[in-house]
């Protein structure tokens, strides 16, 4: 290889690299530094901006004009409640949403130092396509779950060193990202079913 070949190859690695960094940076700024969240003048929920499971971002904008059913907590979750939860929200939208349009479950992870793209994916598609996962920094975190009216709660565990405590409820924000009330995280699908069949019921 000549010098002048040489020459051009670093530059292109140089090129290569900057352009990873400033991918890489990006995303942490997005991570660490979203928009001041909004309540819309909602009693709970409104605004939100997380790292989705494709390391991109998702905003509540994203879902404009669905249903979205938030739920709080982690992949290591304590007492394992998050699956059984998850499963039994995507069995109740299926009977009040068969067509599978109008509803989707925003999996907010609270872990976000175990929680990366890759395990959120894997994770929501074990469960369901109703499911979208994602997560956020610690401080951006801290803020959502104000808004929500949802805990932070790290629960010692002798397996996994600790879990997250799943919120007791799933927030449910209409399309036009109103909150519209909520229902208990431990019920059954036909109970859920029963609670989103009212809570859904279009206005007169």
Known sequence: MTPSEKRFALIGVAILAVAGAGSYMATRFAMHHGPTLSTYGNEVGGSFRLMDATTGTMTDQTFRGRWMLVLFG??????????????????????????????????????????????????????????????????????LTQEYHAKIEKVDDPEWQYTMRMSPRFVVMDPDTRYKGTVDANLSADEMAEHLATIMKPQD
């Open 74 to 143: 982690a992949t290591h979750c304590a007492q394992d409640a998050c699956e059984p939860a998850l499963r039994n929200m995507s069995a109740a939208l299926d009977k009040v949403d068969p067509g599978k349009r109008k509803a989707v479950i925003i999996f907010v992870s609270l872990d976000p130092d175990r929680d990366d793209a890759d395990r959120l994916r894997q994770y929501g598609a074990a469960i369901g396509p109703r499911v979208v996962a994602g997560t956020a920094a610690p401080r951006s975190l801290e803020a």
